[in-house]
């Protein structure tokens, strides 16, 4: 297949929405999909409260959608939102901890907007040689790299770590330096999946690391920083789940106060894909356990839809602080 550039299908690269994120003090919305019905509610969740939006995919969502229909939903999205719906909010397509330079390099050359590479799990080296290497490919084509230093513990499609390891103030000048990446994924407390904390009776949320964030913030100054893992578990889809006959336990996420403090700072991307996955299984619940002679698709992963748009937006509004900026 040739290669065809992002600009072709109508995205945006994040150069100027965290540019535009920073100056205005909020985060851009990063959900992942894995479906069509996750993408119109990201797209129309995002248009409906004018937000700048990165709609992300893991290397286990683009193996189960197909990299080729992935190029063309992308192009639908960016194509809809803009000529029937008359929006201009920036979209991004981008890769979400993408492992290897090969699959950095096959979404660039499929219309990507923006990759990650995750060489978190590699040592600080190897990490710096593998960013470094999707950097001088990507920049020539004019598409953005977030890199990561520390690491995240729990379980994200093909990313599982047991233990988290927070990234280091003192290192981030250097990897900053020597890669040339366009933004940087720290960890300072934030998780994977959707039990990102375990509590015993009576405890609440530990608060994030935010003298980590701050001296991260010394050493480079004004460079874009990313969040990953920082879904809230909201209580009210657990208790959806649970009700009708699902076994979440003892879900717990980011609090929302601790991740709009976030993204005041230079925080200016939030990942947020567990979220997603919560709305969407407990809307699918709900109606298949109150209609169980129900068997149109449609008929329940549209109500999950619909349902997904609204805590996009919400999210957007009161968490986020991106709604109303484009």
């Known amino acids: 297949m040739s290669e065809i550039s992002f600009k072709e299908i109508g995205l945006s690269n994040t150069k100027e929405m965290f540019k535009r994120a920073m100056e205005g003090k909020y985060a851009v919305p990063a959900y992942n999909f894995n479906n069509l019905e996750q993408l119109q509610a990201i797209i129309y969740g995002c248009i409906e409260s004018k937000s700048p939006v990165i709609v992300q995919v893991s290397k286990g969502a683009r193996n189960y959608a197909n990299s080729t229909l992935l190029r063309y939903m992308a192009m639908g999205a960016a194509d809809m939102a803009k000529n029937e719906l008359g929006s201009n909010i920036p979209i991004c397509l981008h890769l979400d901890h993408g492992d290897s330079f090969e699959l950095c390099k096959d979404c660039i050359d499929n219309g990507f907007s923006s990759v990650m590479i995750d060489g978190s799990s590699l040592s600080y080296e190897e990490n ?44 981030v000048v250097d990897f900053v330096t020597k890669t040339g990446v366009d933004s940087l994924a720290i960890s300072i407390g934030t998780s994977h999946g959707a039990y990102k904390f375990v509590l015993g009776p009576g405890e609440s949320v530990p608060p994030l690391k935010f003298d980590i964030l701050q001296e991260i913030e010394k050493q480079i100054p004004g460079f874009p920083i990313v969040l990953h893992g920082s879904s809230s578990v909201l209580p009210k889809y657990v208790d959806i789940i649970n009700q009708y006959g699902g076994d979440m336990g003892k879900a717990v996420g980011v609090p929302e106060e601790q991740l709009r403090k976030a993204a005041t700072s230079a925080v ?32 329940y992963l549209g109500p999950a839809r619909d349902e997904l748009k609204e805590m996009i937006k919400d999210k957007n509004r009161n968490v986020l602080g991106s709604a109303d900026r484009y």
Do not use: Q
């Not at 290497?133 to 379980?155: C, M």
């Not at 969407?280 to 449609?298: C, N, Q």
């Open 128 to 171: 710096i040689a593998l960013t470094k290497k999707v950097v001088e490919y990507a920049h020539p084509r004019d598409v953005t790299v977030e890199g990561e230093l520390g690491v995240l513990a729990g379980i994200e499609d093909e990313v599982s770590h047991e233990v988290s390891s927070y990234t280091k103030p003192e290192e």
């Open 268 to 299: 200016c991307k939030i990942n947020i894909d567990t979220d997603g996955r919560m709305v969407m299984t407990a809307m699918v619940r709900k109606v298949l356990s109150e209609k169980p002679g129900e068997f149109d698709p449609r008929k």
